[in-house]
């Protein structure tokens, strides 16, 4: 169904800390997942993906993990900056033969905010 | 440098009348996508397009046209059957998912639609 939310969950770090946003996927035949970041009044900027055939993919300073036996999906990122303040969503979309394929599905959005 | 522009960045629309949104891609990208966004919530797909000169509809279609001419250009018009216009329009592209598998899409700075 469609969320309708208009709070948006948040997370708030100290500069330096590690940070973790979790993301709960809906459909379990998708096969690839994605972590953007969004900042006021831009495009979402492409932060790291994954597919299904994987559990952990480390990128620069960021890790996404997948869990396909909860739908779970998390982004850590290390040693947080003031920077990395942002609203930062996952996606994930089907595997090849459906209508779908190639369709990204968005989650509501987290909220992260860097206190220095 | 090689990206996504959309334009222009504001957009004012009134009653009954029709808008077009554009979006210019020099990725070489064969899928472009277009998103809505409202305020605390994630990005729905209205229309994509995995190739000139054809597309499909998003989840959220009604109200909305558009066309694929060339590889690089693909405008998206809000007409006067959409009732609920305001809201920041997104452009994304990527490469084909038909070529090995879904991939990332990279995102414009978009538009933002009001009505007057």
């Known amino acids: 169904g469609e969320s309708v939310g208009l709070h948006l969950p948040t997370l708030s770090v100290q500069e330096g800390d590690n940070s973790i946003i979790n993301c709960a996927y809906s459909?379990?035949?998708?096969?690839?997942f994605i972590w953007y970041k969004q900042e006021s009044g831009k495009g979402p900027q492409f932060i790291i993906d994954?597919?299904?055939?994987?559990d952990k993919r480390q990128g620069q300073r960021v890790t996404v993990l997948l869990n396909k036996t909860v739908k779970h999906l998390s982004l850590q990122i290390a040693a947080t900056q003031p920077g990395d303040s942002a609203v930062y969503f996952c996606?994930?979309?089907?595997?090849?033969?459906?209508?779908?394929?190639?369709?990204?599905?968005f989650g509501q959005g987290t909220i992260l905010t860097v206190h220095p | 440098d090689g990206g996504i522009t959309q334009s222009p960045k504001y957009l004012f629309r009134k009653e009954g009348q029709n808008v077009t949104l554009s979006c210019e891609q020099n990725l070489n990208h064969d899928a472009m996508y277009w998103y809505r966004q409202d305020p605390g919530q994630g990005l729905r797909l209205i229309y994509y397009?995995?190739?000139?000169?054809?597309?499909q509809k998003g989840d959220i279609a009604e109200g909305y046209s558009v066309s694929r001419e060339k590889k690089e250009s693909f405008p998206l018009t809000v007409t006067s059957a959409q009732k609920n216009p305001t809201a920041f329009y997104l452009c994304?592209?990527?490469?084909?998912?038909?070529?090995?598998?879904?991939?990332?899409?990279?995102f414009g700075d978009g538009t933002r639609l009001s009505i007057l």
């Open positions: 994304a592209s990527s490469l084909s998912p038909r070529r090995g598998g879904n991939q990332p899409q990279h």
């Open positions: 459909n379990s035949a998708s096969d690839y």
């Open positions: 996606a994930e979309a089907l595997g090849a033969g459906g209508t779908s394929y190639g369709k990204l599905t």
């Open positions: 397009s995995q190739i000139v000169n054809d597309f």
């Open positions: 994954i597919r299904s055939n994987m």
